[in-house]
Every structure is written in structure tokens, then in C-alpha cells.
Nanobody, 126 residues
């Protein structure tokens, strides 16, 4: 029972920055791995980053490594995605997702996640 709400999207020029937030309503936020995914119109949903329950470990897609940083604040039940050096190809709806996970789970796969937010649009102009 987790409700997720993303915010922080908008229009930005290439090279600019945005910080997305994902607020969770559940009281057991720290029990979940949190993922960020993105989806452009007509495209498959793609993995961006996953962050561990404590926030101590992250795994990024190669396309965003070095530019994006995921963090979480379990006291505030919120996960963040800091996006720097944005490129037009980053344009997409960005979604946060939650899963308790298990040892055999591939947390880079959207199919592993049980809860999803509604998304926030990020548009990067050239």
C-alpha cells in the first residue's frame, strides 16, 4: 500500500538542470527500493536509476550516469532525482516506482515494481 506522487518536471533548455521529487504516502517507505523510469511518446518505458532502501547504493542507466543523481530522505518519505546537463533525448515522462524486492529481482526491469506514480513531464529543448 504505497501511493507515489512525482513533481518537479518542466521545460528546460539543453544543458540545464531539474530536480524531480517523488513523495510516498506509506509509513514503511524505508522498506522499499525506489526506481526512476522514463517514457517518451511511442517509446518503451526505460530504466533510469534504482536506489536501495537506505539510500546507500544506487545503480544508473549508462545514458544518465554522471549526469543524474538519485537520493532519498526516508524521514520525509521522498526520493529525488537531480538531473544535470540535460539533453533533448532526456525528454520524457518520468515515473517513480517502489518494490520490496528479493534477492533474485532485476530492479532495472519495470516489471519488478509494484507501485507507480502518475509521472511528471520533463521537456528539454535544443
Amino acid at each position: 500500500q504505497v501511493q507515489l506522487v512525482e513533481s518537479g518536471g518542466g521545460l528546460v533548455q539543453a544543458g540545464g538542470s531539474l530536480r524531480l521529487s517523488c513523495a510516498a504516502s506509506g509509513r514503511t517507505f524505508s522498506s522499499y527500493y525506489m526506481g526512476w523510469f522514463r517514457q517518451a511518446p511511442g517509446k518503451e518505458r526505460e530504466f533510469v536509476v534504482v536506489i536501495s532502501k537506505s539510500g546507500g547504493s544506487t545503480s544508473y542507466a549508462d545514458s544518465v550516469k554522471g549526469r543524474f543523481t538519485a537520493t532519498r530522505d526516508n524521514a520525509r518519505s521522498t526520493v529525488y532525482l537531480q538531473m544535470n546537463s540535460l539533453k533533448p533525448e532526456d525528454t520524457a515522462a518520468y515515473y517513480c516506482a517502489a518494490v520490496r524486492a528479493g534477492g533474485s529481482s532485476n530492479l532495472r526491469s519495470s516489471y519488478e515494481y509494484d507501485y507507480w506514480g502518475q509521472g511528471t513531464q520533463v521537456t528539454v529543448s535544443s
